[in-house]
């Protein structure tokens, strides 16, 4: 059990240093740091990120696609961001909305044709539905 103890106190000091970069270099045009730097340095892996490669074609840093401000905007909303429903209570209803994906399923069906009305309020049927489950 020691063991594993340590080679998982390897894997999170890992990733909490060098390897939080590579792990959002992996993504960067979908993953944002959520952890903006460390004690040496405050923005270290915000700064890292803008100039990650992104693309699947072609690869350049996030930085030549989108503007400074744009970047700033992100970070500022990163530093802000609220878990959806967790503040009021509702996290276990985020959570199993995730798999079953309603909204999800209702834009599909509007894009598919669905009058949107009947796709909200079907949408709004099934998530009321999931929650009685997990209630």
Avoid: N
């Avoid at 240093?17 to 993953?31: A, C, H, N, V």
């Avoid at 490669?53 to 930085?63: F, H, I, K, M, Q």
């Avoid at 989108?66 to 959806?84: A, H, N, P, T």
């Amino acid at each position: 059990m020691d063991a594993k103890k340590a080679a998982a106190q390897k894997l999170v000091e890992f990733m909490m240093t060098d390897g939080y970069t590579r792990w959002i270099g992996l993504s960067p045009q979908g993953k944002f740091p959520v952890r903006s730097g460390d004690a040496s340095d405050p923005q270290r892996f915000a700064k890292a990120w803008a100039k990650l490669d992104s693309g699947v074609d072609r690869t350049a840093p996030l930085s030549d696609f989108y503007s400074k401000d744009s970047i700033d905007s992100l970070r500022e909303g990163v530093q802000s961001f609220q878990r959806w429903g967790f503040a009021q209570g509702q996290g276990a209803l985020v959570g199993a909305l995730s798999g079953e994906q309603p909204v999800a399923k209702a834009v599909a069906a509007v894009i598919g044709g669905k009058d949107p009305a009947q796709a909200a309020k079907d949408a709004q049927a099934q998530i009321e539905e999931i929650q009685a489950g997990i209630e």
